[in-house]
């Protein structure tokens, strides 16, 4: 019986499935691994890039927690300051008013301490002057009060204001401390004898007293003029029985 003859399909099939020749199969299988592995590696990449993105997140929220802590301590050290601020403001406040206090006793003493005196204006000066002789005899002359009083009249003290100066265009006024109030009260009642002249005679006041009662004497006028009783004792205006206030014009009354 004869062998059967190898045709040419059968050689082919056993062509494909010798040693070295790549089947379809096989093919397919590389480009799936390539895949994958390509696939692989960029997910490795975006992994890596998700890892340097948490680590950057997670520092930045670690700055950020760091800063609220800072602005927490910047908040309670404001806070305390606000604190310091206030007591020292309320502190200052006391001062103020206290220093005001003191300062207004000062003057009320400094006014009590002059009640007693009046300040003679105009009297000439001489060369070796008895101050108080002086002052009698103007008050003689010029406030016509009688030599009898005159002679009853008894001083403290009597004696120039400030330093003699040689180039003077007025003569330094005269201040005299009485003995007796009703007395001073008496000659000051007399300057109505001195109008229209040179002289004047006045209550003395500490410097803070005159500035107000410079304030004071417009106002005083208006208020006459206007028809109402003023009348201005030491630093205060009394306007038909009332003390006249204003913060403006009249800061020290607060």
Known sequence: MSKPDKTPSTKRSRAEASPGAASPHTCNTADILESINTKLSRFDARLALVETLHQEFQALRESVEFSQQQVEALAAENTVLRESV????????????????????????????MRDNLIFAGIPEKADEDPETMVKAFIQTHLKVSEATVKTISFH??????????????????????????????????????????????????????????????????????????????????????????????????
Do not use: C
């Open 157 to 254: 003290r009597v004696h120039r204001l400030g330093g003699k100066q040689p180039d003077a265009r007025r003569p330094r006024p005269i201040v005299a401390k009485f003995e007796h109030f009703k007395q001073k009260e008496l000659l000051k009642s007399r300057g109505r004898e001195l109008k229209g002249t040179n002289f004047s005679i006045n209550d003395q006041f500490p410097k803070e007293i005159l500035e107000r009662r410079k304030v004071l004497f417009p106002i005083r006028k208006s208020f006459i003029q206007a028809g109402s009783r003023a009348v201005i004792s030491v630093d205060k205006l009394y306007v038909n029985g009332q003390l006249y206030r204003d913060t403006n014009t009249t800061p020290w009354l607060f």
């Open 86 to 113: 206030k007591s020292l403001t309320e502190g200052m406040t006391r001062l103020s008013e206290e220093n005001k206090k003191i300062k207004e006793t000062v003057i009320d003493l400094q006014s009590r301490s």
